[in-house]
């Protein structure tokens, strides 16, 4: 799995990337405001050492132990909650994509 492979994925279900690569992440969203910024509900993906990891701003951080699946998270959790940033991932993505929380992101 990439980077480039998700923000397509994302723009053909009709959402929205912005890539972070100072902190080293893509941040993914269901909407695009008139300025250009992202809204609606969003959260970011992060690829280190030891996996891919998702990351809310709750904080909640979380591996994701199939990456091949990161596309269809993302867009199974921004068609569920299009609306508002949830501050959490609700049980039907935790259990369906076998999400694994973590105390804190791994610094690596």
Request: glycine share 8%; proline share 6%; with cysteine.
């Given at each position: 799995m ?7 994925a ?25 300025e250009?910024g ?14 891919w990891?998702?990351g ?12 091949q ?12 909650q ?12 935790h ?9 804190e992101?791994?610094?690596?």
């Amino acid at each position: 799995m990439t980077y480039d492979a998700i923000k397509s994925a994302m723009e053909q279900a009709g959402f929205f990337t912005s890539h972070d690569a100072h902190v080293g992440r893509l941040i993914c969203a269901s909407m695009l405001r008139r300025e250009g910024g992202l809204t609606g509900n969003s959260f970011w993906i992060a690829q280190r050492q030891s996996g891919w990891f998702l990351g809310t701003w709750g904080p909640h951080f979380y591996r994701i132990p199939d990456p091949q699946r990161i596309p269809e998270l993302c867009a199974t959790w921004l068609r569920r909650q299009p609306r508002i940033t949830a501050a959490d991932v609700d049980d039907y993505i935790h259990g369906e994509f076998h999400l694994v929380e973590l105390e804190e992101f791994p610094d690596e």
